[in-house]
């Protein structure tokens, strides 16, 4: 009997293989780390064909950790970092670049001059999306302009576009697909129709020819070749990390929120069947389709979050392991006086400066180490914090609590803090990989592991919940002081 899903959790730094059975359990995994290109100062790159094999590799060993043969799976879900852009050969499944990912801001300039011309506000309105570095379009629109011939190659639809999904399954199943949730954080998306608009195509210079066909987030999305695992598996559910993670929360009811602490920081708020359109400075974005039409949400990202304690050890080098920062962070009574405002690639919402890097203020001969590392993991809470308060603007609702998910929430500093920063709980779940088992829920959806939202909700169980305990007039200062520091980093240009 097919008792087993497989998820495929493609991120910004590791290919993780996930193998889930009916009780939304691990059953294995398994994890490979891929290389960071950076070109110039703020640019990112992968390499895709890094991406597919440290992603087949992965699932080959969870399997072969699980002893799990193909034959026990009823079918595989995708996740993936998502906005990364893949342009390949339709000939030859060649790439024509590496991988532009989320966190360049290579198109910062070109994002400046679609602004000037006017069309930022027409994009908002069918999209959801601003113009900016992060989403997919003007990566894509940077590649064709760039790159000698590809556009007239593109214009004779000799050229595939991809999100990372729709490149995983191209080369899977050999099919061009992607799902509503990831092509909504294209900018080509009229998320009002689940549709690619042609206006915006036309506007961008964008050949239609070469964007991938857009199937419901649970369902048919081909078969594996049998070369790869040894036999074809079917893929039906994909979905992008933080709407499966949203799913994998269960968060299904209009108001309920997540936040995932992964490379960075991604807050979501549910919506239902009628898009929200944020008045402050946060995306309307479409949360999923599970064949019965799309669901929204208003989703707030913050660029650098766990990339800034990965940042304190691979660059400054005053940490071994990202699991001694909470003890490091609670070994000072506080940050003594440093804060620090990780804007690496600019800063996202609610701000969306693209110019803004990263500051550290109020250091004294005193700062030590252990005050950088809490300043750091604070910066992050801080963050979320924005993002949260936009959420409720945007809403009209306060939000009396929150699920968390992500690497970072295993730290226990931080949540505390986060919940004291807040003013209000916040839920860690039994099961860490709610992305991956998001996917595994939209796949395991399609085939009968699981028969309805209702079924995955009663899966959820908390394993810890946060309660604030910081003083009122403390937690407005560390506020305050919070956004001056924001301020004046900004002021810094």
Aim: net charge negative.
């Amino acid at each position: 009997m097919k008792e087993y899903i497989l998820s495929l959790d493609q991120g910004t730094t590791s290919s993780r293989a996930i193998i889930f059975n009916r009780k939304s359990e691990i059953h294995s995994m398994a994890q490979i780390e891929f290389k960071q290109i950076y070109p110039e100062p703020g640019w990112v790159e992968h390499d895709p064909y890094e991406i597919l094999t440290t992603q087949i590799d992965a699932a080959k060993s969870a399997m072969e950790k699980g002893k799990i043969g193909p034959d026990s799976l009823a079918a595989i879900g995708i996740t993936n970092q998502r906005e990364t852009v893949v342009l390949w050969e339709k000939k030859t499944g060649k790439p024509v670049y590496n991988a532009i990912v989320w966190q360049c801001r290579r198109t910062a300039t070109l994002c400046k001059e679609l602004k000037q011309q006017g069309y930022e506000e027409e994009i908002k309105a069918r999209t959801g999306l601003i113009i900016d570095p992060y989403f997919s379009g003007t990566k894509v629109l940077w590649l064709l302009r760039q790159i000698p011939g590809l556009l007239k190659k593109a214009e004779k639809g000799e050229i595939c576009f991809g999100t990372i999904d729709t490149w995983l399954l191209y080369n899977l199943t050999h099919h061009h697909y992607t799902d509503p949730s990831n092509a909504s954080r294209t900018l080509f998306l009229n998320i009002h129709t689940g549709s690619w608009d042609h206006e915006i195509l036309d506007m961008l210079h964008i050949p239609p020819g070469i964007l991938p066909e857009v199937r419901p987030s649970s369902g048919d999305f081909g078969k594996t070749a049998k070369e790869i695992f040894g036999k074809e598996i079917p893929v039906t559910g994909v979905a992008g990390d933080q709407q499966a993670a949203l799913f994998g929360q269960g968060c299904f009811e209009p108001g309920s929120v997540k936040n995932t602490y992964g490379t960075g920081c991604f807050a979501l708020v549910t919506t239902g069947k009628v898009p929200v359109m944020s008045k402050h400075n946060l995306l309307t974005t479409i949360a999923w389709d599970l064949g019965q039409g799309l669901e929204y949400a208003v989703e707030g990202s913050v660029f650098i979050a766990g990339a800034l304690v990965q940042w304190l050890r691979d660059s400054l080098k005053i940490i071994d392991d990202a699991g001694e920062t909470a003890k490091m962070a609670q070994s000072v009574n506080d940050t003594g006086g440093v804060y620090i405002v990780p804007a690496f690639v600019g800063l996202g919402a609610p701000y969306w400066d693209t110019d803004v890097r990263g500051t550290i203020f109020g250091l004294t001969r005193g700062s030590s180490r252990d005050h950088i590392v809490r300043a750091a993991l604070e910066s992050i809470a801080f963050q979320a914090r924005d993002l949260i308060l936009s959420m409720e603007q945007d809403t009209g609702t306060s939000i009396a609590s929150f699920r968390v998910d992500g690497g970072a929430s295993k730290n226990d500093f931080l949540m505390q803090f986060q919940a004291d920063i807040l003013g209000i709980p916040i839920e860690r779940p039994s099961v860490f990989e709610t992305t991956a088992l998001g996917a595994a829920y939209l796949a395991g959806l399609s085939v009968g592991i699981w028969q309805n939202t209702d079924e995955i909700s009663a899966d959820w169980h908390c394993d810890r919940k946060y309660v604030p305990g910081m003083e009122d007039k403390v937690r407005i200062e560390k506020c305050r002081t919070w956004e001056k520091a924001v301020n004046a980093a900004r002021s810094f240009i």
